[in-house]
């Protein structure tokens, strides 16, 4: 086992009290600082480097998962992190779920200025705008780093990217792939549009059917799918920026879908239609 702090036994360490109090937003910001819980986060967050720099910075671990998860306890250690031996109710009071897997990272924040994802020239993108819900969140930035998305926006009416719930969704992918936060989203669909990338704003009641612009083949260009509230989906003004309002269709008898598997059918379907002959990716083929 790599070697580690002494076992805090109070919850009321100084270390504790300053990882605790990131579960609120005001102090993330703050200290600019996020937590990230369970093992898959963590070893992401200790695999994760942003120019030279480890974005973890320490890890609270119980004996137990120490032992479970030692090569993660030192991967953590090997990146410089500080590494503390906690019990497990020092590591439920920081964490916010209901069953710790005892491990909790503190990272250091990650998002992306949005002139270096524009600078990338990306082609597929996924806007978050209006989208409340941490879990919904961190669920669309998984599906768009599954789908091979380059980047993910999140809109200033947004939910905070490093609410404990969103990164818990996001289940590692957070560290996978540029994230930009706190765009206006007329910026963000502006500035997209001018880096030459359709805007397609994903909408039940949108006047173009997901299936028949895959048929018309007019998808495979770089693309960044906007995506709305999840009670209220997108407000008229948004999608009037679009180049195209585009709804799944419903073949069953299912009312509608909620946001993240909405999002992971539009992905996806962007994601094949450029990776097929004519698209804007070259398509890879085994010898």
């Keep these: 086992m790599p070697p580690v702090s002494p076992e805090l036994i109070s919850p009321r360490s100084a270390r504790v009290a300053a990882a605790r109090r990131l579960a609120k937003r005001n102090f993330r910001g703050k200290d600019r ?14 695999a994760h480097r942003e120019g030279g720099q480890a974005t973890l910075v320490e890890l609270f671990a119980t004996v137990e998962a120490a032992e479970r998860y030692a090569d993660i306890v030192g991967e953590a250690r090997d990146t410089g992190a500080r590494v503390h031996l906690a019990s497990e109710d020092v590591i439920a009071d920081i964490s916010t779920t209901v069953t710790p897997q005892g491990l909790v990272g503190v ?12 600078a990338a020239r990306p082609k597929l993108v996924a ?21 091979g998305a380059e980047a993910v926006v999140l809109t200033d009416a947004s939910v905070d990217l490093y609410n404990p719930k969103a990164v818990r969704a996001s289940v590692g992918s957070l560290f996978h792939l540029p994230v930009a936060v706190g765009v206006p989203v007329e910026q963000a669909i502006e500035r997209l549009k001018g880096a030459g990338v359709r805007i397609l704003a994903a909408d039940g009641a949108g006047d ?27 407000p008229e003004e948004t999608r009037a920026l679009a180049d195209a309002v585009v709804r799944v269709p419903i073949h069953g008898k299912a009312e509608s879908l909620n946001l993240a598997t909405a999002a992971a059918v539009c992905l996806y379907a962007s994601a094949r239609a450029q990776r097929a002959h004519g698209g804007c990716r070259r398509v890879t083929r085994s010898e």
């Design 127 to 147: 806007v978050l705008a209006h989208v409340r819900d941490p879990g919904n969140a961190g669920t669309v930035l998984r599906c768009a780093d599954a789908a």
């Design 33 to 46: 600082l996020f937590l990230a819980e369970g093992p898959q986060a963590v070893r992401e967050a200790a």
């Design 208 to 234: 173009r059917d997901l299936d028949e612009e895959l048929d018309k083949g007019t998808m495979g260009g770089p693309t960044a799918w906007v995506f709305g509230n999840e009670a209220w989906g997108l």
């Design 107 to 118: 990272c250091r924040f990650l998002d992306t200025p949005f002139e270096e994802i524009l």
